[in-house]
């Protein structure tokens, strides 16, 4: 057991999907050319006054329901001061004291075990332009796109309640699966619609008392956050042992390094200056606010399971693989209501379809089969119109050109021969050419009989329906 | 009585009666604007084009046959702490000298809806913060009655503006007394309407929770009129009130028998000059003749207004006024790097009182300070609100002075912030509190400077200052005088 453990808290800042910003009426769509997205509430200029987005705030209303919190009734919200080129006013609307969720939790999965991660809060903010630097050689500025400024955030702070990276990557999937699952953000992470910063503190293995707690930002992946925990973890773990101290601080994550490294004083905000934003008046978050949303906020993963166990017949194990990711269990469902038999989809999804994405490191949507593409494959199974072999192979065909299955099996003769007439002119070719394996399955070898199966297998190309190749050849070997 | 000279309720009827043309009006104000700028200072923009071509619109739709809205062909002067398209909008500071808005200010948007002649942008203190217009990194204003002294401010230029007849009427914004303070200074009439009545929208914050505009007129019935089209509700100012504003023309002629008149102990005590006090005194008795019944009232956390209203103000200023960094919009220092611009340019383009004002704020929010400072500023606040509220329960309104003083020299308190900010001892607790407040012209000194008297309702009950200052000013001749500024030949 290592000396030290580390004890590692997450803020968690996701970009909200409504179409507007959170503040003004300004686009959020990403990607657009810089300074498009703009009007004078967003570029902070003078005298203009925010107005909040009611959409944003039913987002995180959603979000802290999902995340078992308390809802404020009266949220407010703060300015956080500030001085940085791509923060408009300097100052960031947000709340500091009195957030929209309290005192929530989550349980995450962390390789078969269950365990219960608190939530401090869930708060509402507005998210900061952008700094572009010119990859020009010698260039002495900066440019500022404020596209990206005001769009919403709802940031996650949890407690300190994760001790591994392991926990710490269940603790991300889990957060990314169901902020997917209710609709609030799409989470592309490669958009930076969904970006870490992390606690850690060590404390000695066993202990109760933390220890110094160091912040890290700058984590716009999971990889990131895993490899930044891992590095954090060997650098404090080091200084304790050399017998120094940790600081408190906030560090950054220098990618291309792979370590963290201490910000300059100059960029480090030392007090915020928190104080009430006389912009905006309190929001009143009614009950019947609440139990609107509450009714209706899409299925959770944990009534999704059930409803799949119960509504499809899967086992346990089988729906809680399916609803790890909302765009999974979609797919799953598309293709369960193309085709009645679900077990069967069930398996082709966790076998074959599951192993593509992760291969191919994409999203079902992405995927070139279709789920009614999977489904008409099983049907065909079902029908006896190909083998489960031959399914393999149409499969992998589809799977990479989004070909029609069926399309594949009429333009490729995969169909099944099922006309007795020609399998017993194979099962009389292979008889006729293999006397000794013949006289070995008299002799009661079964495993030859097998054998000779495959070879009238292999003359059919795979097509011969394998129930009657046997049936035909035990008549003619007796 | 010259052209310029005239309120814009006795304009409206000569221009329904054709006797008159917006454009013979508007050319009449800004002339005598010209003439008398270089010794009065009240603008920063005279905006004689666009004043000539909003005239010239205003008379189409004063044609017979047409109904023109109620401020149609009026020359009206806004502050330049409000946002005006395409019209360059300075707040008196360097910071923003050359800042031209891409958008107007919604009182701007309701001015120009009734075919409003903006005649220009009027001079302040550097973005409101002060009580006398020598902060303007500008230039100074000079009163009307006495070029050797202050306009009072921070809406010193349109107070000028109005009392020299360079304008009909005027926008001004009150954080803490600055409608109503060079109101007094100028002997016109001020209204500070209670906060959330009129729109912010566009208004250059100062301190966000205490800010409100309202007008600044000849008489009281314009300030009605020039209120009935700045009130109600704005969506792009969620801190605006969901009413609906009655029309408070509807207010004047009323009787004011059996009105009570609050008058707290605190606000007639020492430190106020004995004119002040004696012009004071002789309006409650007119008042009294006129019908009213004075009673005595409390407002026993009064002493403590000035130091929270300078607390909260200060510290929504510091926040307010950190957008202006040169990265954007207005001036920029150039520099190396990106913080060295940021702090130069807020060295140079921001004036002394700014600056100190955006440290007293600073500190006043900072870690450890916060809640013996910013919190309890607030809890004192509450407190002031609350003197209010039972004070109302024993009167309809309170009287004060406007100022403790009339208006003082120039250069006479520059020296001495503290006593500069005394000035607003008896405004300040109405912007704390939230509620209204006018001040109407009642007296003159031995020097021929004006004296205001402030009258203070309830939230949202500015119907009853109009009526009971629309009857003082009928029994009276204060609001009737005018300065006489000539141009120098
Ligand atoms: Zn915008």
């Known amino acids: 057991m290592p000396r030290y453990e580390p004890v590692i808290g997450f803020e968690v800042h996701v970009e909200l999907c409504t179409n507007t910003k959170i503040f003004c009426g300004c686009s959020t769509r990403f990607g657009a050319p810089p300074n498009t997205q703009v009007c004078p509430v967003c570029l902070g200029m003078p005298g203009v006054l925010p107005v909040v987005n009611r959409k944003a705030v039913e987002f995180a209303i959603r979000t802290a329901i999902a995340l078992n919190c308390g809802i404020t009734k009266y949220t407010t919200f703060d300015r956080k001061n500030y001085y940085y080129p791509d923060l408009p006013k300097n100052y960031q609307i ?211 399971r059930q409803r799949f166990i119960a509504e499809y017949d899967l086992p346990e194990y089988d729906a809680r693989l399916l609803t790890a990711s909302k765009t999974v269990a979609t797919y799953y469902e598309r293709a369960a209501a193309a085709h009645n038999n679900p077990k069967a989809i069930s398996n082709w999804m966790m076998t074959e379809v599951l192993r593509e994405l992760r291969e191919r490191d994409i999203e079902p949507d992405d995927f070139p089969l279709k789920p009614e593409g999977l489904a008409a494959i099983v049907e065909m199974i079902d029908d006896a119109r190909i083998s489960g072999k031959i399914a393999k192979d149409v499969f992998a065909k589809a799977a990479q050109s989004g070909r029609d299955p069926g399309e594949i099996v009429n333009a490729e003769g995969l169909l099944q021969v099922t006309d007795t007439g020609e ?45 009657l190749v046997n049936e035909l050849l035990k008549s003619r070997i007796p | 009585m010259e052209l310029y000279e005239m309120t814009a309720h006795e304009l409206r009827g000569k221009f329904e009666r054709r006797e008159l043309s917006s454009a013979e009006v508007t050319a009449a104000v800004m002339k005598r604007a010209a003439d008398i700028e270089p010794l009065v200072r009240a603008y920063v923009t005279i905006a004689h084009d666009e004043a000539d071509s909003a005239a010239a619109e205003a008379d189409r739709a004063l044609a017979p046959g047409k109904s023109a809205p109620p401020l149609a062909g009026i020359p009206i002067a806004v502050k330049d702490n409000m946002c005006t398209k395409g019209m360059r909008t300075t707040c008196s500071s360097k910071i923003l000298a050359n800042f031209v808005p891409p958008y107007d200010a919604t009182v701007v948007t309701r001015l120009r809806g009734q075919m409003a002649v903006i005649t220009g942008k009027t001079n302040l203190d550097e973005f409101a913060m002060g009580s006398s217009t020598e902060n303007s990194g500008i230039h100074k204003t000079f009163n009307p009655w006495d070029l050797e002294r202050v306009p009072g401010g921070s809406s010193g230029g349109s107070a000028a503006a109005v009392a020299a007849g360079m304008a009909i009427m005027a926008t001004g914004s009150d954080t803490g007394g600055s409608i ?310």
């Not at chain 2, 929504?316 to 919009?329: H, I, P, V």
Request: aromatic share 8%; proline share 5%.
């Open chain 1, 94 to 304: 947000s709340q500091n004291y009195a957030s929209l969720g309290t005192s929530g939790w989550v349980d995450i999965d962390v390789n078969g075990t269950v365990k219960r991660v608190r939530i401090n809060n869930v708060h509402l903010e507005e998210d900061a332009g952008k700094l572009l630097h010119p990859e020009i050689p010698g260039a002495n500025y900066s440019l500022v796109d404020l596209n990206r400024a005001g769009t919403p955030l709802v940031e996650i702070v949890s407690e300190p309640d994760l001790g591994t990276a392991d926990e710490a990557l269940a603790y991300m999937n889990t957060l990314k699966n169901l902020l997917e699952y209710i609709e609030v953000s799409d989470c592309k992470m490669q958009e930076g619609r969904l970006r870490f910063e992390v606690n850690i503190s060590l404390r000695e293995s066993g202990a109760a008392k933390l220890g110094t707690k160091v912040e890290i930002k700058n984590l716009n992946s999971m990889k990131t956050a895993l490899k930044c925990i891992g590095h954090e973890t060997r650098r404090q773990t080091a200084l304790l042992e050399r017998g120094e101290k940790v600081f408190q601080e906030t560090r950054l994550w220098d990618e291309a390094a792979s370590v963290t490294r201490a910000m300059r004083s100059k960029e480090v905000a030392h007090d915020y200056r928190y104080f009430p934003d006389p912009d905006l008046v309190e929001i009143h978050i009614t009950d019947e606010w609440q139990e609107q949303v509450r009714a209706h906020l899409p299925e959770l993963p944990d009534a999704k």
């Open chain 1, 423 to 467: 399998i017993e002119k194979w099962v009389d070719e292979a008889i006729a050419e293999n006397p000794d394996m013949v006289a070995k399955v008299k002799a009661g070898q079964t495993k030859t009989f097998q054998a000779l199966v495959g070879q009238i297998m292999k003359k059919s190309r795979g097509k011969a329906n394998p129930a």
């Open chain 2, 180 to 489: 109503r303070q060079p109101a007094s200074f100028c002997g016109v009439v001020g209204l500070k309407p209670t906060y959330g009545l009129v729109s912010r929208y566009g208004l250059v914050a100062f301190a966000s929770s205490l800010d409100q505009i309202g007008p600044i007129t000849r008489d009281v019935e314009d300030a009605a009129l020039l209120l009935n089209a700045m009130a109600g509700h704005d969506p792009l100012d969620t801190t605006s009130a969901k009413i609906m504003p009655p029309d408070y023309t509807t207010f004047i002629n009323r009787s004011v028998k059996g009105m009570r008149i609050g008058l707290p102990a605190e606000y007639f005590g020492d430190g106020q000059e004995p004119e002040v006090r004696a012009a004071i005194d002789k309006s409650v008795r007119k008042l009294e003749e006129l019908g009213a019944e004075p009673v005595e009232v409390e407002l026993h956390h009064s002493p403590y207004a000035v130091a929270a209203y300078y607390l909260c103000a200060t510290a929504e200023a510091s926040s307010n006024l950190a957008r202006y960094d040169g990265a954007q919009y207005g001036m920029r220092a150039e520099a190396d790097n990106v913080i060295d611009m940021c702090s130069r340019t807020r060295a140079r383009g921001f004036g002394a009182e700014v600056k100190r004002r955006i440290m007293l704020g600073t500190y006043a929010l900072s870690a450890g300070y916060y809640d013996a400072y910013y919190v309890k500023a607030l809890k004192a606040r509450t407190l002031i609100k609350r003197d209010f509220d039972r004070a109302f329960e024993k009167c309809d309104v309170i009287a004060s002075p406007t100022s403790p003083t009339a208006a003082f020299k120039v250069g006479e308190k520059t020296d001495n912030p503290l006593e500069m900010y005394l000035s607003d001892i008896f405004t300040i607790p109405v912007n704390l509190a939230g509620i209204c407040a006018i001040s109407i012209p009642c007296g003159f000194t031995l020097q021929n400077l004006p004296i205001g008297l402030q009258l203070i309702a309830p939230a949202f009950e500015e119907g009853r200052l109009f009526t009971i200052s629309h009857a003082f000013e009928q029994a009276t001749e204060w609001h009737k005088k005018r300065p006489s500024v000539m141009p120098s030949s």
